[in-house]
């Protein structure tokens, strides 16, 4: 079945370097897409969203790019912080047209920032 | 504003008993879901309501009865718990299907 994918599951990262998350779609319906961050014993809460009539959208220290072409997704987080330690999952869902909401994640990919 | 709130936050049953995942929302947004967290498995969808009265499958419904008779509760049933039912729940809600979701805290159930 159709589902989305992420390429890395670990990264670790020093800290101040920049960090690169990356995901794969495969529903070629998919026109709107998230990003989520999960600590430990919380709830994802909502990192950055962008739909797919945009490439490229930033928000505080983080960036997410998207690739229709290769249906890929990625998060960039600027000089990363110990507090950006966390579980990060994309997620995709069809945001127009039809009944269904089906907001499908990936697996998650852990990172792990040193100091 | 609270935002989602799921309780318990920490459920032990036994094989066969039933019981009620509370969930509530403050925003009122007409779209809920039910999630499972399991290790390596991601969040996979349970049931989703997409207002009062209206709700639907989504990717693992078996085991689990839903309903939405106000817009601010949506509540998840454990029919007869069983062992393959351990996991984390996350309740969450979002304005529409274009906009984010909002999730809770989570309930951490085990079936022994």
């Known amino acids: 079945g159709e589902s989305v994918g992420l390429h890395l599951p670990t990264l670790s990262v020093q800290e101040g370097d920049n960090s690169i998350i990356n995901c794969a779609y495969s529903?070629?319906?998919?026109?709107?897409f998230i990003w989520y961050k999960q600590e430990s014993g919380k709830g994802p809460q909502f990192i950055i969203d962008?739909?797919?009539?945009?490439d490229k959208r930033q928000g505080q220290r983080v960036t997410v790019l998207l690739n229709k072409t290769v249906k890929h997704l990625s998060l960039q987080i600027a000089a990363t912080q110990p507090g950006d330690s966390a579980v990060y999952f994309c997620?995709?869902?069809?945001?127009?047209?039809?009944?269904?909401?089906?907001?499908?994640f990936g697996k998650g990919t852990l990172l792990t920032v040193n100091p | 504003n609270a935002g989602v709130t799921q309780t318990p936050k920490f459920q032990v049953l036994k094989t066969g008993q039933s019981m009620t995942l509370q969930c509530a929302q403050d925003?009122?947004?007409?779209?809920m879901s039910w999630y499972r967290q399991d290790p390596g498995m991601g969040l996979r969808l349970i049931h989703y309501?997409?207002?009062?009265?209206?709700?639907d499958q989504g990717e693992v419904p078996n085991g689990y009865n839903v309903s939405r008779s106000t817009t601010e509760d949506f509540p998840l049933r454990l029919l007869s718990a069983a062992p393959s039912q351990t996991s984390v729940y996350f309740c969450?809600?979002?304005?529409?299907?274009?906009?984010?979701?909002?999730f809770g805290q989570g309930t951490r159930l085990t079936v022994v």
């Open positions: 969450a809600s979002s304005y529409d299907r274009g906009t984010e979701a909002f």
């Open positions: 529903n070629s319906a998919s026109d709107y």
């Open positions: 962008i739909r797919s009539n945009m």
């Open positions: 997620a995709e869902n069809i945001a127009s047209g039809g009944s269904n909401y089906k907001l499908t």
């Open positions: 925003m009122n947004h007409e779209y």
């Open positions: 309501s997409v207002g009062a009265g209206i709700t």
